[in-house]
């Protein structure tokens, strides 16, 4: 039996890490997160799916499917919809379990239309710049608490 299910979302233009402005996101592609993310959830009994979407409806729709499978805490870089979707917002407040909010880049030290958050409304944490690591600091929270 697994601890817990966690759904990793990850936003648009998210899909092209390691090419996409390395300086900023860094060279790891999203396979290269998601597989060391899945071996550490694995090793510690946390079962966990990774999903990326460029389309804001398919990850209200990933967000509606963990409110009713199960999914205990949902770790989400949203990306540029951090900055523009009530939409999302309004479907992890309909969600009952943890949500993290990761950015790769701190994302306060960058243009002022990246400082505000819809998504850091709803937020149990916020995670920026420390790159991918951001994403296991919030797998780490979550099997410290077991
Ligand atoms: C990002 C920051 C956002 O402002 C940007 O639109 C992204 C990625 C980050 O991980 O640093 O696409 O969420």
Known sequence: MSKGKVLVLHG?????LG???????????LEDINNALYERAADNGWEIACRQSNHEGELIDAIHAARLDGTVAIIINPAAYTHTSVAILDALNAFDGKVFEVHLSN???????????????????????LGSQGYHAALEALIKAG
């Open 12 to 16: 648009p233009n998210l899909n092209l």
């Open 19 to 29: 090419t996409r402005q390395p300086e900023i996101y860094g060279y790891e592609t």
């Open 107 to 129: 994302v306060h030290k960058r243009e002022t239309f990246r400082h505000h958050s819809y998504v850091s409304l709803r937020a149990d944490s916020v995670i920026a710049g």
